[in-house]
């Protein structure tokens, strides 16, 4: 669980760093990323059907961007678009 952590961490930076996201933000975009991970890969590993492990995933991302994008005075959209590439059909 650690290492899917790690790669969804880093892929979600690669991603934001194709869009050129300001160097500062790249961290909170990874962590966005990898968090939205690790929420749809415990939903789904427990049986909650991939509908509901995409939600919460989702919802994850969107309170994380919306707390990073208040801290650091950002748009959300640096963070929510970086951070919802993991979750994209035939990423993982």
């Given at each position: ?19 050129s ?25 427990n ?23 208040a ?22």
């Amino acid at each position: 669980m650690i290492i899917q952590f790690i790669v969804g961490f880093f892929a979600t930076l690669s991603f934001a760093v194709l869009f050129s996201t300001p160097k500062r933000q790249l961290i909170f975009c990874g962590l966005t990323g990898a968090a939205g991970w690790l929420v749809y890969l415990l939903l789904f590993n427990n049986n909650s059907g991939i509908g509901l492990a995409n939600l919460g995933a989702a919802f994850t991302l969107t309170l994380m961007s919306r707390i990073f994008a208040a801290l650091e005075r950002h748009p959300v959209t640096v963070y929510l678009l970086a951070g919802i590439f993991p979750l994209v059909p035939g990423a993982g």
